[in-house]
């Protein structure tokens, strides 16, 4: 595991704690590697989805959080999207978050890395 990155299983676990803390929920759709698999956050408000988040490597800064995959509602995009992720990188961790004020969440996550 790289200086400075929290193994995956201990941050999707913060990431659970965090939706519950500003309360909503998460569950764990797809487990990965526990050291060092990618993390992928689908992001709901009151069931709608809101957009994925994506956690990837940003060259000598680490990693960065971004906004990925399909924008839209449509559930057959986001699940072509994830099975193509998942094909890709088995050991990805795929996390459903349903959080009030998703927006804030996003750009949060987005903008604190």
């Not at 764990?28 to 992001?43: C, K, N, P, S, W």
């Not at 408000?45 to 399909?70: K, Q």
């Amino acid at each position: 595991m790289s200086e400075g990155r929290l193994a995956a299983g201990v941050e999707a676990g913060s990431f659970l704690r965090r939706a519950a803390g500003l309360g909503g929920f998460g569950a764990v759709l797809q487990r990965g590697d526990a050291e060092r698999g990618t993390l992928l956050l689908i992001v709901t408000e009151r069931g709608e989805h809101r957009g994925i988040l994506e956690r990837r490597l940003a060259g000598a800064n680490g990693y960065r959080w971004v906004l990925t995959g399909p924008r839209q509602a449509e559930s057959s995009g986001v699940t072509q999207y994830l099975a193509r992720v998942r094909r890709n990188d088995p050991d990805c961790w795929v996390l459903e978050l349903d959080i009030p004020s998703s927006e804030r969440f996003i750009a949060e996550t987005i903008g604190g890395g």
